[in-house]
């Protein structure tokens, strides 16, 4: 069936990850794409240091695939108003940064981009644990709510 463990491994993580996003949240789906541009920019690192070109470049374009066609698009510029024009300028930083970071082979860019990333999903975890209010009646006053 396979020709390689490495290829059974990757299959194995491949069902974990489409097994994750089909039974995640809206929520979670975002997190998910924080946790995968970062994993993508720490083998970056990494094979930068072992001077892997092809294998820096492929992960260096996954996390900006990742930030530009998942996080970017995800967000609703109609609703999400200033904030989320400032999270796609964000965004768009982001990617000229990596770009420039595979070019000039600086693992500084990287970190820059690693630790906005960073940044950005502990305040989307904060939000997801936060209570769910229900909506207040039109008909009830703040005080008739502590009842």
């Known amino acids: 069936m396979f020709t390689s463990s490495s290829q059974a491994i990757n299959s ?8 994750g996003v089909a039974a995640a949240d809206p929520h979670k789906l975002i997190l998910m794409l924080f946790e995968g541009a970062q994993q993508a920019l720490s083998r970056s690192k990494l094979y930068m240091r072992q001077n892997e070109i092809a ?5 260096i374009s996954k996390a900006i695939l990742i930030i530009d066609h998942g996080l970017k698009a995800s967000l609703d510029r ?7 024009d ?4 964000l ?8 770009l420039l970071a595979n070019l000039h082979n600086d693992p500084a860019i990287i970190e820059e981009v690693s ?3 960073g940044e950005l999903h502990t305040a989307w975890q904060a939000i997801g ?11 009830t006053t703040g005080a008739d709510q502590t009842r």
């Open 115 to 117: 630790q906005l990333l």
């Open 78 to 84: 109609n609703t999400g108003g200033a904030l989320a």
């Open 55 to 59: 294998a820096k470049g492929e992960m």
């Open 12 to 19: 194995y993580q491949r069902i974990g990850v489409e097994s």
């Open 91 to 98: 965004y768009d930083y982001m990617t000229q940064r990596l």
């Open 129 to 139: 644990q936060q209570p769910a209010r229900p909506p207040a009646s039109p008909l």
């Open 86 to 89: 400032n999270l796609h300028q």
